[in-house]
């Protein structure tokens, strides 16, 4: 196993939200790239309005690493036109991989239909492009029954609409990794809640994002059933594996 292939490295913060300039902002959205092709990662996981310098950087290099963005970030309540329209232009600037945030309040509230039709034409959207589509729960809001009922519902879409060949191409991913919890408790990517949305997830493919930052909480990520790890630590991970390795 080597587990660079399972890592999203991870930098989604807008420079208002790092405290620093947009030119700083892009400085470490180039070295995560850069990062990313000197360490294999499977994949740069950035803000949309970056696609075009990080692809143009993956693609001078030769590397095999994806890109993929995040949309309607980190809310998820926007409306499915601006939903449908932002991930158009995400897949035009060339995108490989789409993040969406599901209308998980939406969702509490009961109107299933909603983030039926929401999973549904986002899936279609993506595979007619050729691209991976991930559907971002946010575990950290939702009860345990809410996962249970959610993951499932996105199972039921895949299976029902686009057939189990395509399960491959559609991840349950945790959490933003920007929710604010209660008191600071640990946000989507727990254990408790991975193992709650691989259960009732698969075969679709899981994404655990939100609080997976070292070496042995990936190794047990990937036991519990999960396919990519999305984390802004994605070097600390993969320097306590070479150092794991060295050690025997």
Not at 2 to 12: E, G, N, Q, V
Not at 68 to 84: H, N, R, Y
Not at 88 to 113: C, P, Q, R
């Amino acid at each position: 196993m080597k587990i660079s292939h399972y890592l999203d490295a991870t930098y989604l913060k807008t420079a208002i939200q790092a405290g620093i300039t947009e030119k700083e902002n892009l400085e470490k959205v180039v070295a995560l790239a850069k990062e990313a092709i000197s360490y294999d990662y499977k994949l740069v996981m950035i803000r949309s309005n970056y696609i075009t310098t990080v692809k143009k950087i993956v693609s001078i290099s030769g590397a095999k690493v994806l890109i993929g963005t995040v949309i309607d970030f980190p809310c998820g309540d926007a409306s499915l036109k601006q939903k449908i329209q932002e991930a158009e232009k995400a897949i035009k600037l060339g995108a490989d991989e789409l993040d969406f945030v599901v209308n998980y309040n939406a969702f509490k509230k009961g109107n299933i239909d909603l983030v039926t039709e929401e999973v549904t034409r986002c899936i279609a959207l993506c595979l007619s492009n050729q691209k991976i589509a991930k559907f971002i729960i946010e575990a950290a809001a939702l009860s345990n029954e809410e996962i249970i009922v959610i993951s499932q519902l996105v199972k039921q879409i895949v299976l029902e609409n686009f057939g189990e060949e395509n399960a491959k191409n559609v991840f349950v991913k945790s959490s933003t990794g920007f929710f604010k919890t209660e008191k600071g408790i640990p946000n989507g990517a727990t254990f408790e809640n991975i193992m709650l949305i691989s259960k009732n997830a698969k075969p679709l493919k899981i994404k655990a994002a939100g609080g997976v930052r070292d070496y042995e909480t990936a190794l047990k990520m990937i036991s519990l059933g999960v396919d990519r790890i999305g984390t802004s630590s994605s070097k600390e991970i993969i320097n306590k594996e070479q150092y794991s390795n060295q050690s025997y």
